[in-house]
């Protein structure tokens, strides 16, 4: 299972979701423009949907996105840029999080279960508060750099409205739910007046609804037919909460060029479209490092002609805090004589030299001694082995594997400690005056708890289950490790 997210302009949906994209549970609530708000009602959705079933969390999001990254590079109306939200979500949640913007995880969904089945390529705008795109060639999803399907930034008039890109006439501004309620103040009529009024007058034979209608018809229809210029799918579909009106205006506003036609049709699964497929996408993506993650690598990397050239490796001790890791890890360092490198030891020190920090502040630090363990073990010389010592879940699955192709790491084992809750809680609590400021408090304990509940280990490659409440067998750990990490010759 996963949690699917849909971060709207309007409204923020949750669902969990199957394996084949059955809706099983759901939650909205409002959005907002504040993105700590936003994340803050993010992370209770999550928190109501979670279980142990839970592999990980899909969120699409408005805006540009490098997926890649998992990063939010700009948005809209909902502008999330400011704050790392799948590295503070990852650490809330204790889970994997994966990111993309929300147009792709519709298309995703439309692709798997809705009006795209059995299509290879399809360009699809969503019709909401504002205008979102994807396009998917081969069933691909086009991404570019990062940030390719930006449709609702197609340029229909340069001498249009402002847009919140930072130009003018894109598509957006003149054909989302925002400009159909301009076309609508514009005309005269109050702010109550809804596009299935709209569609009723048009009947009657009202020409000012004609008009409302054509006015935000037409610049869609080009904006398509700028999209079948450009990618030549076999389909268009229009998604979002406007998606089927959009549809059914277009009728009055034809193909501009015989060029440039391809059947239009409304997506089928609605509002729940981006759920579906945030939860699919992030699925795919857990169970596409699971099996890239081998459970026995070669120790040496080849070159035809020349001899074996060692590689690193790395054991991962992985735990929450409190949970034990730290008395393992020393333990196998002592007797293995491998290196030994933690957070705590890369962080501490500068806590003291800086005098602490807030909550935030630690976190970033925790994040930059986490760039400096894997810098380190880059330098480290070939057929090195280490040991590195941290609550692995606190950053995004895809920073751990950049940062081991980067310092050339083609083996781990991962040792996961764990405890229950209130034992964790009475360790932390115990040693709440032997660390420097700027570490989190007491008020961290309940969160902690709530951690320990639903944290996971990473599942990379060989693993070795430590329950720290009992005696550590570290005879039987050095033995495992031995037979584990391979030698090299």
């Not at 081969?138 to 847009?163: F, M």
């Not at 004609?210 to 037409?218: C, S």
Request: aromatic share 4%.
């Amino acid at each position: 299972m996963a949690i699917g997210i849909d971060i709207g302009g309007t409204n923020l949906r949750a669902a969990r979701i199957s394996g084949t994209g059955e809706i099983l549970d759901r939650i909205s609530e409002k959005s907002a423009p504040d993105p700590e708000l936003v994340l803050s009602r993010i992370a209770e959705m999550v928190r109501r949907l979670d279980s142990p079933e839970v592999a990980a969390i899909g969120i699409g999001v408005p805006g540009r996105i490098d997926a890649r990254l998992g990063a939010v590079l700009s948005g809209g109306y909902v502008n999330l840029a400011s704050i790392p939200l799948a590295q503070r979500l990852e650490s809330l949640a204790g889970k994997p999080v994966l990111i993309d913007n929300d147009c792709n995880m519709a298309l995703v969904a439309e692709m798997a279960l809705g009006a795209a089945r059995g299509h290879e390529s399809i360009v699809m705008f969503t019709i909401g508060t504002g205008i979102g795109g994807a396009v998917a060639l081969d069933r691909q999803i086009v991404r570019g750099k990062g940030t390719a399907g930006q449709l609702g930034h197609i340029t229909v008039d340069i001498s249009g409205e402002a847009c919140v890109c930072g130009r003018r006439g894109c598509v957006e501004t003149t054909s989302s739910g925002t400009a159909l309620g301009r076309h609508i103040a514009r005309a005269g009529l109050g702010p109550d007046v809804s596009v299935d009024q709209l569609f009723a007058r048009d009947a009657g034979g009202d020409t000012l609804a004609r008009g409302i209608l054509e006015a935000w018809a037409r610049p869609l229809r080009a904006a398509i037919d700028s999209a079948v210029a450009m990618f030549a799918p076999d389909l268009v579909l229009l998604g979002g909460g406007l998606g089927l009106a959009a549809h059914r205006a277009l009728a009055n506003a034809p193909a501009l060029a015989p060029w440039y036609q391809c059947p239009v049709e409304p997506a089928q699964l609605g509002d729940d479209a981006g759920v579906i497929g945030a939860g699919l996408q992030a699925l795919a993506a857990e169970a596409t490092v699971t099996q890239a993650s081998p459970v026995s690598l070669p120790s040496a990397r080849l070159d035809p002609g020349r001899r074996a050239v060692p590689t690193r490796r790395a054991v991962l001790v992985n735990g929450i805090p409190a949970s034990g890791k730290s008395m393992v890890s020393r333990g196998i360092a002592d007797r293995m004589g491998w290196p030994l490198l933690t957070l705590d030891t890369v962080k501490n020190p500068f806590l003291e030299a800086l005098g602490g920090g807030d909550r935030e502040f630690n976190r970033t630090l925790g994040r930059a001694s986490y760039e400096a363990i894997w810098s380190i073990v880059g330098e480290a010389p070939a057929g090195t082995t280490v040991i590195v010592d941290a609550w692995f879940g606190f950053q995004p699955r895809q920073v751990l594997e950049d940062h081991l192709r980067r310092a050339g790491v083609e083996q781990t084992a991962e040792i996961w400690c764990h405890a229950p809750g209130e034992v964790l809680a009475e360790r932390y609590r115990a040693r709440l005056d032997q660390r420097p400021a700027g570490h989190p408090g007491a008020a961290y304990i309940p969160e902690l708890i709530e951690l320990a509940k639903r944290a996971a280990p990473l599942r990379r490659g060989p693993l070795l289950d430590v329950d720290t409440t009992k005696p550590i067998a570290f005879d039987a750990i050095t033995q495992w490790l031995k037979a584990t990490i391979a030698a090299d010759t």
